[in-house]
């Protein structure tokens, strides 16, 4: 496979000038731009703040001002949280748990099996058990019952003594199973953040869900987490504002907020504004006492170092999602919220070897939708729809998202069951799916389906798959061709291979967290040549860097085996590569890791 060649950049005392030349494509495909960045901005935040030029740049370039530099560094939920009650019916979920605490009522919760409606139903328990109210919780099976809440499920809760039953994650499409819930006498408060194309159950008691058409509270990058956070808030407020805490202690929220971040992050929500604040102080929680359960599934994944977004979102999330994938979600929360150390230490060994099975099911569901994708010509459509028989519903979004990346395009996994099928799908940025599978299911194409605009859930009937590939082609045709001439490798600086230390990755921390939105900042690294390459992992390549002065660099390209990187990196030629910066913990001291991202040959 040819890789064309790549245009050096250029830089000057190690920080890159504004304008570049115009850059060839490197071997994701992608062109490589430079941030743009008001040299003034820089040089003035540098100076304000006492901080590195680097690091100046890195927030000019995002947008920061000198006079916000402090503050965006340092996030505060004290300047930062707003009135939970600025969402729509917020005050009327308060009201109606409000009641049910002060009269003893048993409040039943009903949560999603992935991160964030784990985490939810965590927070919701943990503040619940805090302040001596009882509440049941249900998690569906994500084989037998499916996302969201049903009637039984409704029933069940209500027969074990549940007045009211609060929703997260989900709920906010469930009209049928709400309005037969509150015929029974059952008062339904939800908690969700997917996007709504049609009113709010009408039976609902409250429906707190910042993605509802007329809510106004500029909080739609909240997760289920988010919202239940910002519930227990205003509830606390409430029961405070009625005298319960004066015979009592009062809970300390900020012990919840680890769980919160948790779900923001897994959920790959945006990383600005609110939530970036929330995962900020998260990662706070988690890094000081923090949440057990997630403390002892730290120590069996692996975590070293300050904890990080990379930790949630790819340590203990997915540790934590293969509860729920191929496992029961109950294992999950039971761990967030047991007090047995013990117990705690057999489930996180449980989710660890429940992972490592999560890891072989996807890829053989992987390499079946490939053979499906190539001998069918699939790849050639605007959004790949792949189905096949008996597909683990478990692990088809972590394939469609791998997919996804290979193809750089929509891609829905449906793994078909008699007549129907249950698909997810991932997308890239610019194209809603979301949107687009809420539109099909309300047109009558889906039997269930929606999500947001990078992920999406669908139920289908199997004779309708010809239909589906037809109308989400035609949709989105034109918003995934211009997504596909604006790919680009978003470049901060580039850098010598003296900056790939342990101490440089801590001085770009300051700027995290890191995530969908606010993206970790890459650097590159010119004329260099790979040595001592060799496989590890599951496809994954290790090797090192040697620039034309001999300095040498340590790097890791993930899952580069077989792609396009590789035939780069093993070339023995002078390339220009670019990665993250880490601290490499397993050697020590102030040893860095460059983690590559790209590749293409110098000219």
Known sequence: MNVPSFTPLTADAGLPEMALPPMGVAASGRFWRLREADPRATLTIAQTAEIEPVLARILAARGVSAENTARYLSPSLREDMPDPLVMKDMDRAVERLTSAVLSGETIGVFGDYDVDGTTASAILKSYFDWIGVASLIYLPDRITEGYGPSAEAFKSLHQQGAGVIVTVDCGASAHEPIEEATRDGVDIVVFDHHLMSSAPPAGATAVVNPNRTDDLSGLENLSAAGVAFMGMVA??????DKGFFQNKPEPNLTRLLDLTALGLVCDVMPINGLTRTLVAQGLKIFGGEGNPGLKALGERAGVKGPPSTYHFGFLLGPRINAAGRIGHARLAFELMTTEDVTRRRELAER??????ERQEIEATVQEAALRDIEGN????????????????PGVIGIVAGRLKETYDRPVIVIGLDGDEGK????????????????????????????????AAGLT????????????????????IQRARENRTLEIDAVVGASAVTKS???????AGPYGQGNPEPAFALLNMRGTHLKTVGKGHLSLTLKSDTGESVRAIAFRAGGEPIEEVLRSGRRFHVAGKIRADDWRGGDAGQLQISDAAFAE
Request: a positive charge; proline letters at 0%.
């Open 235 to 240: 509830l606390n407020r409430s029961l405070r």
């Open 351 to 356: 989710l660890h070897i429940l992972n490592a």
């Open 377 to 392: 010509q699939r790849h050639a459509d605007d959004v790949i729809v792949t189905a096949g028989e008996g597909w683990h």
């Open 423 to 454: 698909g997810s799908g991932r997308s890239i940025t610019g194209v809603d799916l979301g949107a687009a599978i809420s539109a099909a299911r309300n047109d009558g194409l889906l039997l269930a389906g929606g999500g947001h605009a990078m």
């Open 460 to 479: 289908i009937a199997r004779n309708k798959l010809g239909a589906l590939r037809d109308r989400l082609s035609k949709t989105l045709r034109a918003d």
């Open 504 to 510: 440089f990755a801590e001085l770009i921390a300051r």
